[in-house]
């Protein structure tokens, strides 16, 4: 043990957020001690110093207090860098995220690692790269990447330290798959059986409905690949799992857990938990029990709402208001990103538009898949999560071009194409490996939820209305709307109770508007006005 205080140093390294700083405490080249210190807290100043007196006794736990808010003092005191806030411009374009970068030129993944520092276990970020060039290398996270003779891409946020807890949830690829892949371990023939893997998976467990459960697994497990590949594509399709009570949908989320980039599983996360957790590491939102999303009269819920619907585009952001000295400023926190949803009784309608759904059934009561279980087999999921790692990094350089292709979609428009041109996209690419059929099977797919969608879009009593409506305006018949519910009554008893400021609301939200004649106001409408209803809503008319 130590008995001399002579030569202890101090050597800090500030993270650039307030004032927390690596401290190395040593005394000549022997390390004492090393830890990471928020320096404005005498908390954390007095355990530190108190961890040195133990393992050197003539160390002043005082005089290690006093050192280090000099260490503190000095660092508020030093000048701005000369030329701050009048600095070069750059593309927005440039800023990526840490946790997950694919550009043309590189890709990186960032996970966290312990390692044994002093004896203790640290945790501790670790990057590692796939050039273009095929070179592969592991480094310690920093603020940029140079890519190329006056390329640059820059790294925000800036990562925290990791904790314990952290590195254990968060670190899903194993040190064995790192170091093989290094090594430069390529399987050409991975996406196509990681794929499969999948797929064997999620049936194994779930049920589905039998005349689309082909396409209902295909879809999740292009959709799990996803969550490891969102950072290239401009908008990122959320999952609504519905369906009746125990129809399996909370089983649904323990796979999806078992598998998907940086899971956060849970119920009743508040919003600012969820908003300040994916900017600070990003990852795969898991909101089970979703029914409360449509109490937004609750200040909590309403800002939950607000962000799972600014994180589906890339450049979503929640922003808030946090105190800075005396007053507060506004911060942007970044929530971009994969989310599943799953309730019974449905979600509010703009969140839904961002949703692809999936319908799960109680399972036959001679069905043997709700009895499996689902963490039997935990070295098979590690073998798919390091799988999926691998495929993310080594094909890296596909996945900017697919998110760019616009063909592998049916004609779709708007948040249709949005919603699945990433999961065709993919589907594709696996189809041109080798997986001969699946981009048709999934497309079949998502045009018959794309058509429940339009049938479930317009309510049964609005869809007589407009019926109504379309057979009288096509016989040239100018109309009140007392007139359009009189004649819909007669096909739909139900609409008795209905008045004419409900049918002209109803039909106001179809873009049909009146018009100021003799007779008062009337309904017009053109035949290319009702061939659109009649299209985008799924209707037919006389």
């Known amino acids: 043990m130590l008995d001399r205080q002579d030569n202890l140093l101090f050597d800090a390294t500030f993270t650039g957020r307030n004032g927390c700083a690596e401290i190395v405490a040593r005394i000549g080249t022997q390390v004492l001690d090393i830890d990471t210190l928020d320096l404005g807290k005498s908390n954390a100043r007095n355990r530190f110093a108190k961890r040195l007196h133990e393992k050197c006794p003539a160390v002043g736990i005082d005089a290690v207090e ?21 600095g070069e411009e750059i593309s927005p374009a440039s800023v990526k995220r840490p946790e997950l970068l694919y550009s043309e030129d590189v890709a990186a993944i960032t996970v966290p690692v312990v390692q044994l520092v002093a004896g203790s276990p640290r945790p501790r970020w670790r990057m590692y790269l796939h050039w273009g060039d095929g070179r592969r290398e592991c480094i310690d996270p920093r603020d940029r990447i140079d890519i190329a003779a006056g390329s640059t891409l820059w790294l925000h946020p800036q990562l925290a330290e990791p904790t314990l807890s952290m590195a254990n949830s968060l670190c899903r690829w194993s040190e064995a798959s790192r170091r093989r892949w290094l090594d430069g371990d390529v399987d050409p023939e991975l996406p196509c059986r990681l794929f499969v893997h999948l797929c064997e998976n999620i049936a194994h467990l779930l049920e589905f409905p039998a005349h689309d459960a082909a396409g209902t697994t295909a879809t999740l497990a292009l959709w799990v690949m996803l969550t490891y590949l969102y950072p290239a594509w401009p908008a990122v399709p959320y999952v609504h799992v519905s369906g009746t009570k125990e129809s399996g949908k909370t089983r649904l989320f323990e796979v999806l857990r078992k598998c ?21 590491q990003g990852g795969t939102v898991l909101f089970d029990e ?48 994969p989310k599943a949803t799953a309730c019974i009784v449905g979600l509010p309608p703009e969140l839904l538009s961002r949703c692809i759904t999936i319908g799960m059934l109680r399972a036959p009561k001679d069905s043997p898949k709700p009895r499996r279980t689902i ?16 495929m993310a990094i080594d094909h890296f350089q596909a996945w900017p071009r697919l998110a760019r292709r616009s ?45 429940d969608a339009i049938d479930e879009g317009v309510p049964d009593m609005e869809a007589a209305l407009l019926q109504a409506f379309f057979g009288l305006v096509t016989s040239g018949t ?43 106001r009337v309904y017009r409408a053109v035949p290319e006005d009702i061939e659109r209803i009649k299209q985008n809503y799924g209707l037919e008319h006389p």
């Open 260 to 280: 998907v980039f940086r899971p956060m599983a849970s119920s009743n996360i508040t919003g600012p938990a969820l908003f300040r957790t994916l900017h600070s």
């Open 66 to 86: 006093r050192q280090l808010l000099q260490i503190a003092d000095e660092h508020r005191k030093e000048p701005a860098p000369a030329g701050a806030g009048d």
């Open 478 to 520: 100018y109309l009140k709307a007392s007139e359009i519910l009189d004649d819909a009554k007669r096909s739909d008893p139900r609409l008795e109770s209905w008045s004419p400021r409900g049918v002209s609301t109803s039909l106001k939200k179809y873009s049909f508007k009146t018009s100021k004649t003799n007779r008062g």
């Open 290 to 337: 979703a029914e409360r999303l449509k109490q937004k009269q609750d200040p909590d819920v309403a800002a939950t709402l607000s962000i799972l619907l600014a994180g589906y585009k890339a450049g979503g952001q929640a922003i808030r208001l946090e105190p800075v000295g005396d007053t507060y400023q506004p911060v942007c926190f970044d929530v971009y990103g």
């Open 407 to 451: 063909d592998v979609c049916p004609e779709m428009s708007g948040r249709e194409y949005e919603r699945w041109q990433p999961l065709l996209a993919i589907a594709r690419w696996l189809d041109d490996a080798g997986m001969r059929g699946l981009h048709k099977r999934v497309e079949q797919f998502a045009v018959e939820l794309i058509d």
């Open 375 to 390: 963490g039997s087999a935990p070295h098979a999921w590690a073998d798919i999560r390091d799988e999926l790692h691998v």
